[in-house]
C-alpha cells in the first residue's frame, strides 16, 4: 500500500496543468491509494503527504479551469460589447489559459468582423459629416469632416465635394472679406473727406452695411452721414431762401425798371402826341367843329362810362371805360382821374401780390415752428392777402395740432399737479400708517393684522400716487418689519409646541419637562401644556416597562451568547431596574457553567503548551506532526512565547520537507519536459496540416471576395455613371436657364450624388457671376432707394425724374416707387400750375401794356 501511494503521488504531480481528464486520473487513483493505505495501518507523514499532493492536483485543476472559464468570459463578454481593442488581448490570454482552439478561431473571425464592421461604421459616420458639413456649409465643420474622412480612408472621389465646398466657401469668404475691405476703405476715405456730398456718404454706407463692415466704422460713418444731411438740409433751405430772395428783388427791379421806361414813354407819347396835336390842330378845327356834336355824344357816353367804373371802383370797369374812350377818341378830364385810379388799382393789386407772397412765406415758415401766436398771426395774414387755399388749409390744420397740442401740455401740466396734490397726501397718510405700525407686532396678532391693513392700502394709495421710492422702501420696510415681529412670535409659539411634540413623539422625557416651561413662555395654549403634561406621565410609565422588558431580553441575549462579562452587566442591570430573583437566575446558572468552561479550556491549554513543548525539543518529529501539535496549541490558546518557539521549529521542519520535495518536484519536471516536447512535434505536425487547410479556404475566399469586389465596382460604377449622367443633365439644363436658382440646386444635386464632372467648374462660374451680379444689383436698389426717397424730399423736377428712373431700372421697392411717381405728378403739377401763374401774369402784363401804349395812342 505505500508503494501504491508513492507511485499515486508520483503520477499526480503536474496532473492539474495536463488538462482535466489527467486531473479526474490522477485524483481518482490518489483517492485509491489513500483509502487502501489508510486500511493497511500506512504511517500518518506518507498519508499526508498523498493528501497533500490530492489537494495540490484538485487546487491546480480547479484554478486552470477557472483560469479557462474567466479567459472564455473575459473573451465572450468583450465580443458582445464589440470591444475590439481588448478583444485580441483577450483572445491571447484565453490561449494561453487553455481555451479550445475552435472557439479562439471563432473569437478571431469574430474579431476580423467587428473590425470590418467597425471600419465600415466609421466609414459611413464619415460620410455623413461630409454631407452634413457640406449642407451646413461651415469650413470649420467641412476641414473636420475631411480630416475624419482621411483618417477612416475614404477615396478622393468621396471628398472631392466637401474639399470642393471649402474651397468656395473660401474664395467667398475671401470675396466678401475684399468687399468688407473695399467697403471699409472707402467709407474710412468718405468720412475723412472734407469734399464727399451726402448721396456719395449715402451710397458709401449702403454698400459698407451690405458688406458687413465693423460696427465702430460705420458709426463713424453714420455720424459723418447725419453732418453731411444736416449741411445738405440746411444747404437746400439756403438756396431755396436765396432764390425766392433773388427772385423778389429780382420782381421788384423789372417793376421799377417797368415803372421808369412806362414814364419816359408816356414823357415821349406825351411829348410827341403834343406835337402832333399842334400840327393836326390846324388841320383838324374844321373837322372838330363839325364833329362838336358827335364828339359830346361820344363825350357824354365816355363820362357816364368813367362815372359808372369810378362809382364800382374796379380795375377791369376802368380799363373797360379808358378803352371806350380810346376807341372812341374822346378826352375828357374825368378820364384823368380815372387813368390815375387804375393806376392806383393797379400798384394796389402788385402790392396784394406782393403781400400774399411774403404771407405765403411766412405762413411756410410760421408752420415749421410751433409758435402759437406767431402761427395765427401768419394764417391771419394770409386769409388777408389771399393766399393760396391749400396753403391756408395745411396752416389751419397745423395749427389745429398746435392748439392741441398745447391744450394736451396744459392737461398733462394740470394732471400732474393734481397727482402731486394726490402724491403729497398718500404722502402724508404712509407715514401716518409707518408711525402706527412701528411695535405693532409686539402688541398682538389682531394689532399686527391691523397695521399690516392699513400700511397695505397706504402703500397701495402711495404706488398709485407715484410717490417717491424711498417713503415707499421705508413703508414697506415698516411692513415687513411688522410682518417679521408678528411672524417670529407666532414661528416662536409654533417652534414651542412643534418641539415639545417632537419631543412627545420621540418619548423623550428628559426634554419634554423643559420644552413644557418653554412653551408656556412662548404663550402656548394651557389646555396644550397639561395635555404634554399627562402625555410625559405616561410616557414615564412606559419607559420603566421598556427598561424592565430591555434588561429581561438583555439577560436572555447574555445567556445565549455565553459571554461571562455580558452576563455580570445584565444582571446587574436587571437588579438597578428591578427584576425579580426567579427572572435573574438562568443567568447566573449560565455563568456558573460559563466558569466550569473556562477552567477546562485552561486545562487544555496547559496539556497542549506541554505537547507543544515536547515536540519542540524532540529530534524524531516530523513536520505533520509538527502541525497537528501547532493546530492544537493554537486552538487551546497556548502562550504566544510557546507559540512561537513552536513556529520555529515547525518553520525547520517544513524547510527541509521542501528540500525534499523540491528534489522530487525537479525528477518530475525533466518527465514533464521531455512528454511536453513531444506533444509540441506532435501540435507542430498538426498546425501544418491545419495551416495549410486554413491558406488554401483563406485563398478560395479570398478568390470569391475579389470576385464580389469586382461585381460591386463594376455596380458603383454604373451608379456613378447615372448619378453623372443625371448631374450633367441638370448642370446643362440650368446652364441653358441661365439662373441662379438652377444652377445652385443643380450643385447641390452634384454635391449630394458626390459626383465631380467637367461641367460643375464652368457652372460655378457662371453662378458665381450672378450671385456677383444679383449682389451688384442690391448695391444698384439700395443706391437708387436712397437717391429716390432724397430726390422725393427736394422740389427738382429733373433730379426726381433720374431717380425714379434709375429706382425702376435697378427693380426698387414698389410702394417706394408709386410713392416716388406720386411725388413727380405732385411736383409736376405744382410746377405747371406755377407756371401757368406766371405764363397767366405775363399775358396780364402784355395785355395791360398793349392797353397802356394802345391808351397812350
Given at each position: 500500500a505505500l508503494e501504491q501511494l508513492n507511485a499515486a503521488v508520483a503520477d499526480g504531480e503536474g496532473a492539474g496543468s495536463r488538462g482535466a481528464e489527467a486531473a479526474a486520473a490522477a485524483l481518482s487513483v490518489l483517492d485509491v491509494a489513500i483509502g487502501r493505505a489508510q486500511e493497511a495501518g500506512v504511517a500518518s507523514h506518507p498519508l499526508w503527504m498523498a493528501r497533500q499532493a490530492r489537494d495540490a492536483v484538485r487546487l491546480e485543476a480547479a484554478a486552470r479551469q477557472a483560469?479557462?472559464?474567466?479567459?472564455?468570459?473575459?473573451?465572450?463578454?468583450?465580443?458582445?460589447?464589440?470591444?475590439?481593442?481588448?478583444?485580441?488581448?483577450?483572445?491571447?490570454?484565453?490561449?494561453?489559459?487553455?481555451?479550445?482552439?475552435?472557439?479562439?478561431?471563432?473569437?478571431?473571425?469574430?474579431?476580423?468582423?467587428?473590425?470590418?464592421?467597425?471600419?465600415?461604421?466609421?466609414?459611413?459616420?464619415?460620410?455623413?459629416?461630409?454631407?452634413?458639413?457640406?449642407?451646413?456649409?461651415?469650413?470649420?465643420?467641412?476641414?473636420?469632416?475631411?480630416?475624419?474622412?482621411?483618417?477612416?480612408?475614404?477615396?478622393?472621389?468621396?471628398?472631392?465635394?466637401?474639399?470642393?465646398?471649402?474651397?468656395?466657401?473660401?474664395?467667398?469668404?475671401?470675396?466678401?472679406?475684399?468687399?468688407?475691405?473695399?467697403?471699409?476703405?472707402?467709407?474710412?476715405?468718405?468720412?475723412?473727406?472734407?469734399?464727399?456730398?451726402?448721396?456719395?456718404?449715402?451710397?458709401?454706407?449702403?454698400?459698407?452695411?451690405?458688406?458687413?463692415?465693423?460696427?465702430?466704422?460705420?458709426?463713424?460713418?453714420?455720424?459723418?452721414?447725419?453732418?453731411?444731411?444736416?449741411?445738405e438740409a440746411l444747404r437746400l433751405e439756403a438756396e431755396e431762401l436765396a432764390r425766392f430772395e433773388a427772385e423778389e428783388t429780382a420782381r421788384r427791379e423789372r417793376e421799377a425798371v417797368e415803372r421808369a421806361e412806362r414814364q419816359v414813354r408816356e414823357a415821349a407819347e406825351a411829348e410827341e402826341r403834343a406835337r402832333k396835336e399842334e400840327?393836326?390842330?390846324?388841320?383838324?378845327?374844321?373837322?372838330?367843329?363839325?364833329?362838336?356834336?358827335?364828339?359830346?355824344?361820344?363825350?357824354?357816353?365816355?363820362?357816364?362810362?368813367?362815372?359808372?367804373?369810378?362809382?364800382?371802383?374796379?380795375?377791369?370797369?376802368?380799363?373797360?371805360?379808358?378803352?371806350?374812350?380810346?376807341?372812341?377818341?374822346?378826352?375828357?378830364?374825368?378820364?384823368?382821374?380815372?387813368?390815375?385810379?387804375?393806376?392806383?388799382?393797379?400798384e394796389l393789386e402788385l402790392k396784394r401780390q406782393a403781400e400774399r407772397s411774403r404771407a405765403t412765406a411766412g405762413l411756410r415758415a410760421a408752420m415749421q415752428a410751433d409758435d402759437l401766436e406767431l402761427l395765427r398771426r401768419a394764417l391771419d395774414s394770409a386769409v388777408a392777402a389771399d393766399a393760396d387755399a391749400a396753403l391756408v388749409s395745411l396752416g389751419e390744420a397745423r395749427l389745429i395740432e398746435v392748439e392741441e397740442r398745447l391744450a394736451a401740455e396744459e392737461r398733462a401740466r394740470a394732471e400732474a399737479e393734481a397727482k402731486e396734490r394726490a402724491r403729497a397726501a398718500a404722502l402724508e397718510q404712509l407715514n401716518a400708517a409707518v408711525a402706527d405700525g412701528e411695535g405693532a407686532g409686539s402688541r398682538g396678532a389682531e394689532a399686527a393684522a391691523a397695521a399690516l391693513s392699513v400700511l397695505d392700502v397706504a402703500i397701495g394709495r402711495a404706488q398709485e400716487a407715484g410717490v417717491a421710492s424711498h417713503p415707499l422702501w421705508m413703508a414697506r420696510q415698516a411692513r415687513d418689519a411688522v410682518r417679521l415681529e408678528a411672524a417670529a412670535r407666532q414661528a416662536a409659539r409654533e417652534a414651542a409646541r412643534d418641539a415639545l411634540l417632537d419631543a412627545i413623539s420621540a418619548c423623550e422625557t428628559a426634554r419634554i419637562s423643559a420644552l413644557i416651561d418653554a412653551a408656556a413662555a412662548a404663550g402656548v395654549a394651557p389646555a396644550e401644556l397639561t395635555e404634554a403634561r399627562r402625555e410625559l406621565a405616561?410616557?414615564?410609565?412606559?419607559?420603566?416597562?421598556?427598561?424592565?422588558?430591555?434588561?429581561?431580553?438583555?439577560?436572555?441575549?447574555?445567556?445565549?451568547?455565553?459571554?461571562?462579562?455580558?452576563?455580570?452587566?445584565?444582571?446587574?442591570?436587571?437588579?438597578?431596574?428591578?427584576?425579580?430573583?426567579?427572572?435573574?437566575?438562568?443567568?447566573?446558572?449560565?455563568?456558573?457553567q460559563i466558569r466550569e468552561e473556562l477552567a477546562a479550556a485552561q486545562r487544555e491549554r496547559v496539556a497542549a503548551s506541554a505537547e507543544l513543548e515536547g515536540l519542540v525539543a524532540s529530534k524524531l518529529v516530523d513536520a505533520e506532526a509538527m502541525r497537528?501539535?501547532?493546530?492544537?496549541?493554537?486552538?487551546?490558546?497556548?502562550?504566544?512565547?510557546?507559540?512561537?518557539?513552536?513556529?520555529?521549529?515547525?518553520?525547520?521542519?517544513?524547510?527541509?520537507?521542501?528540500?525534499?520535495?523540491?528534489?522530487?518536484?525537479?525528477?518530475?519536471?525533466?518527465?514533464?519536459?521531455?512528454?511536453?516536447?513531444?506533444?509540441?512535434?506532435?501540435?507542430?505536425?498538426?498546425?501544418?496540416?491545419?495551416?495549410?487547410?486554413?491558406?488554401?479556404?483563406?485563398?478560395?475566399?479570398?478568390?470569391?471576395?475579389?470576385?464580389?469586389?469586382?461585381?460591386?465596382?463594376?455596380?458603383?460604377?454604373?451608379?456613378?455613371?447615372?448619378?453623372?449622367?443625371?448631374?450633367?443633365?441638370?448642370?446643362?439644363?440650368?446652364?441653358?436657364?441661365?439662373?441662379?436658382?438652377?444652377?445652385?440646386?443643380?450643385?447641390?444635386?452634384?454635391e449630394a450624388e458626390g459626383v465631380d464632372v467637367p461641367e460643375l467648374a464652368a457652372a460655378r462660374a457662371r453662378l458665381k457671376e450672378l450671385q456677383e451680379l444679383e449682389l451688384k444689383r442690391q448695391a444698384e436698389r439700395s443706391r437708387a432707394t436712397a437717391g429716390l426717397r432724397a430726390a422725393m424730399q427736394a422740389d427738382d423736377l429733373e433730379l426726381l425724374r433720374r431717380a425714379l428712373d434709375s429706382a425702376v431700372?435697378?427693380?426698387?421697392?414698389?410702394?417706394?416707387?408709386?410713392?416716388?411717381?406720386?411725388?413727380?405728378i405732385e411736383v409736376e403739377e405744382r410746377l405747371a400750375a406755377e407756371e401757368r401763374a406766371r405764363a397767366e401774369a405775363e399775358a396780364k402784363e402784355r395785355a395791360r401794356a398793349a392797353a397802356l401804349e394802345q391808351l397812350n395812342a
Open positions: 483560469a479557462r472559464e474567466a479567459a472564455r468570459d473575459a473573451l465572450l463578454d468583450a465580443i458582445s460589447a464589440c470591444e475590439t481593442a481588448r478583444i485580441s488581448a483577450l483572445i491571447d490570454a484565453a490561449a494561453a489559459a487553455g481555451v479550445a482552439p475552435a472557439e479562439l478561431t471563432e473569437a478571431r473571425r469574430e474579431l476580423a468582423g467587428l473590425e470590418r464592421e467597425q471600419a465600415e461604421r466609421r466609414r459611413e459616420e464619415a460620410r455623413a459629416e461630409l454631407a452634413r458639413a457640406v449642407e451646413a456649409g461651415s469650413l470649420d465643420a467641412l476641414e473636420a469632416a475631411t480630416a475624419a474622412a482621411a483618417e477612416v480612408g475614404l477615396g478622393a472621389d468621396e471628398v472631392a465635394p466637401a474639399r470642393q465646398r471649402m474651397e468656395q466657401i473660401r474664395e467667398e469668404l475671401a470675396a466678401a472679406q475684399r468687399e468688407r475691405v473695399a467697403a471699409s476703405a472707402e467709407l474710412e476715405g468718405l468720412v475723412a473727406s472734407k469734399l464727399v456730398d451726402a448721396e456719395a456718404m449715402r451710397e458709401g454706407m449702403a454698400r459698407a452695411v451690405a458688406a458687413g463692415v465693423d460696427e465702430s466704422v460705420l458709426a463713424r460713418g453714420r455720424e459723418r452721414q447725419a453732418v453731411l444731411e444736416e449741411e400840327e393836326a390842330r390846324k388841320e383838324e378845327e374844321a373837322r372838330r367843329r363839325a364833329e362838336a356834336e358827335a364828339r359830346a355824344r361820344r363825350e357824354a357816353q365816355v363820362r357816364a362810362a368813367v362815372a359808372s367804373a369810378m362809382a364800382s371802383d374796379g380795375a377791369s370797369a376802368l380799363d373797360q371805360a379808358l378803352g371806350l374812350a380810346e376807341a372812341e377818341g374822346v378826352d375828357v378830364p374825368e378820364l384823368a382821374a380815372a387813368r390815375a385810379r387804375l393806376k392806383e388799382l393797379q405616561g410616557l414615564e410609565r412606559e419607559q420603566a416597562e421598556r427598561r424592565r422588558e430591555e434588561a429581561r431580553a438583555e439577560l436572555a441575549r447574555a445567556v445565549e451568547a455565553g459571554s461571562l462579562d455580558a452576563l455580570e452587566a445584565a444582571t446587574a442591570a436587571a437588579a438597578e431596574v428591578g427584576l425579580g430573583a426567579d427572572e435573574v437566575a438562568p443567568a447566573r446558572q449560565r455563568m456558573e497537528e501539535g501547532m493546530a492544537r496549541a493554537v486552538a487551546a490558546g497556548v502562550d504566544e512565547s510557546v507559540l512561537a518557539r513552536g513556529r520555529e521549529r515547525q518553520a525547520v521542519l517544513e524547510e527541509e520537507e521542501a528540500l525534499r520535495l523540491e528534489a522530487e518536484e525537479l525528477a518530475r519536471f525533466e518527465a514533464e519536459e521531455t512528454a511536453r516536447r513531444e506533444r509540441e512535434a506532435v501540435e507542430r505536425a498538426e498546425r501544418q496540416v491545419r495551416e495549410a487547410a486554413e491558406a488554401e479556404e483563406r485563398a478560395r475566399k479570398e478568390e470569391e471576395a475579389r470576385k464580389e469586389e469586382e461585381a460591386r465596382r463594376r455596380a458603383e460604377a454604373e451608379a456613378r455613371a447615372r448619378r453623372e449622367a443625371q448631374v450633367r443633365a441638370a448642370v446643362a439644363s440650368a446652364m441653358a436657364s441661365d439662373g441662379a436658382s438652377a444652377l445652385d440646386q443643380a450643385l447641390g444635386l452634384a431700372a435697378a427693380d426698387a421697392d414698389a410702394a417706394l416707387v408709386s410713392l416716388g411717381e406720386a411725388r413727380l
